[in-house]
């Protein structure tokens, strides 16, 4: 079974630095998607940014990228010029591909605070 | 475009009573997930809809969980009789089965508090 795990239960940055979040993953899998989700206090999921296993090329999304490393199956997400609305519960997931729309598989998130 | 609507937004209900939570998915899209959300904890699947079958249930407590989904578009996710650890957030999820898509849209959630 795949699991997603995500070691900071906490992080905090200050307004307009940048903060690195962790997870890494185990999967048998060699194609498959990861995920990073941010669940604000109204508890809508929102998609911040995902990558494709079978690219290399590590995904971007405005101030937000990640460094994919599938050695290591390793997935973190870099927030740079942090701001307020940034403060949220962060989880990162995967998904297996090529079998339809599987589920998702959530780490147990990193709650990030942003200090003015 | 709507997104996925859920109903209603918070319960709270003595154990042993019956509570129904339900789910109206992105027009057009046939995947739908129920996931259950444990305080301080990530997402969990109950269930997986394909259109109006069920095609991944094993996660779901099929003792005192019953879930249908109508004409593959509403869903509707049971639970009788609640327990107190069935206190959490329950998320439906809705997503379009295509080769090229792998996005789920994610409704606000419902909070059960079981007293």
């Known amino acids: 079974a795949q699991t997603v795990t995500q070691s900071q239960p906490e992080m905090s940055v200050q307004e307009a630095e940048t903060v690195t979040l962790s997870c890494t993953y185990d999967t048998s899998e060699s194609d498959y998607y990861l995920f990073w989700y941010k669940q604000p206090p109204s508890r809508q999921m929102i998609l911040v940014i995902r990558q494709e296993a079978y690219k290399q090329q590590n995904a971007t999304e405005n101030r937000f990228s990640v460094n994919f490393q599938k050695a290591a199956k390793s997935f973190s997400l870099k927030i740079s010029d942090s701001q307020l609305g940034d403060a949220a519960m962060y989880f990162c997931?995967?998904?297996?591909?090529?079998?339809?729309?599987?589920?998702?598989?959530f780490g147990k998130g990193t709650r990030l605070s942003v200090i003015a | 475009e709507a997104g996925v609507v859920q109903s209603p937004r918070y319960k709270i209900i003595e154990k042993k009573q019956p509570v129904a939570f339900w789910c109206n998915p992105i027009?057009?899209?046939?995947?739908l997930y129920w996931y259950r959300q444990n305080l301080g904890q990530g997402p969990e699947l109950l269930i997986r809809y394909e259109n109006e079958e069920a095609v991944d249930d094993s996660q779901l407590p099929k003792d005192r969980f019953s879930a249908e989904r109508l004409k593959g578009v509403d869903s509707t996710l049971k639970i009788q009789p609640a327990e107190l650890g069935d206190s959490a957030v329950y998320l439906c999820?809705?997503?379009?089965?295509?080769?090229?898509?792998?996005?789920?849209?994610f409704g606000p959630g419902t909070r059960l508090t079981v007293t």
């Open positions: 027009s057009g899209h046939n995947t």
């Open positions: 997931a995967y998904r297996r591909a090529n079998s339809g729309n599987t589920p998702l598989v």
């Open positions: 999820a809705s997503s379009l089965v295509d080769r090229g898509a792998y996005e789920q849209y």
